[in-house]
């Protein structure tokens, strides 16, 4: 009888483990290994999120990934500004990214859960909490993605570890998610130490749908990393998600001063809003372009 001797587990937790023997089958960017010794056997564990990746508008990142994250009840409030009113406030280095020559400002709130660093199972109290973020949209060598003007977050180890390895603009704030009546969100959020609020109630109110392309919901959803400017360097963190499960959705915004204060006059018209129930997210480290 032969015995096998596991000596050596790499990364994630995962569902999906893809056998190879023989050691014949080069991995999967974001895979990890797992080598048993004496049995001949070479297995990959793959995230099953790996699997997919036909929609990407570009390959995989080369290496593995970091992080894992779950959002939840997401809602996309977007507003059309002029370009040149947004053009001062995001970093010159990083071209703005606009929508039939508009430039666009979303308000995102959400919450996550199973926030884990790889090869680490989610600790208590550090990997379930509310975030919301004030960004807009940027293209830099072929590779659109996000700007944030500002990340808040209910949790301080969160916020402190995103502005020090990740150099983005978090900020601790008190937060609160609810859900009640069926579908309906209500979200609150309030900066400590500065006067930043927000407060809305948002449901879905028709089925789930993937976006089309080329479409204004595509264009805000379906973008598959974030940017960020450092010591004049601009810098990209990667991500990898399913298409986004849209749906329509209605939402009242009672307040909204986390706009404001980043420098930005919203119109008084009413966002577009899309929601979102649940993505999952692998996110890979933030990297200076050369």
């Given amino acids: ?56 508008p570009w390959p995989l990142p080369s290496g593995p990934w970091v992080m894992k994250q779950v959002w939840h009840d997401l809602l996309f409030a977007h507003w059309p500004l002029p370009a040149e009113q947004i053009r001062p406030l995001v970093p010159p280095q990083l071209p703005l990214d606009t929508f039939d020559s508009q ?5 995102i709130p959400f919450w ?68 009640q009546n069926g579908p309906t969100i209500t979200y609150s959020s309030s900066r400590r130490k500065s006067s930043a609020e927000f407060r809305a109630v948002y449901l879905p109110t028709q089925p789930v749908h993937l976006s089309q392309k080329r479409s204004l919901e595509h264009w805000f959803t379906e973008r598959y990393c974030l940017y960020t400017v450092h010591q004049n360097q601009v810098y990209r963190c ?5 298409p986004w499960p849209l749906q329509d959705a209605e939402a009242g915004i009672l307040q909204n001063t986390v706009a404001s204060a980043a420098g930005i006059k919203l119109p008084d018209s009413p966002p577009v809003v899309q929601f979102a129930e649940r993505l999952e997210v692998l996110i890979w480290p933030v990297r200076r372009i050369e």
């Fill in 112 to 179: 996550m859960s199973g926030v884990r660093a790889r090869g680490i199972p989610p600790l208590p109290g550090l990997s379930r909490f509310p975030e919301l973020n004030l960004r807009t949209y940027v293209t830099y060598g072929g590779k659109p993605g996000v700007y944030f003007f500002s990340l808040d977050a209910a949790n301080l180890p969160a916020v402190w570890a995103a502005r020090r390895f990740y150099h983005l603009p978090y900020f601790d704030a008190e937060m609160k998610v609810v859900r």
């Fill in 103 to 107: 430039a666009w400002v979303g308000v």
């Fill in 1 to 56: 009888m032969i015995s096998c001797k596991r000596i050596s587990v790499l990364g994630s937790l995962c569902s999906s483990v893809t056998p190879v023997v023989n050691n014949q089958k080069s991995p999967t960017p974001g895979d990890t290994e797992d080598q048993r010794e004496d049995c001949g056997v070479y297995t990959i564990q793959v995230d099953p999120l790996l699997h997919h990746t036909a929609h990407r």
């Fill in 238 to 242: 990667q991500i990898h998600h399913l």
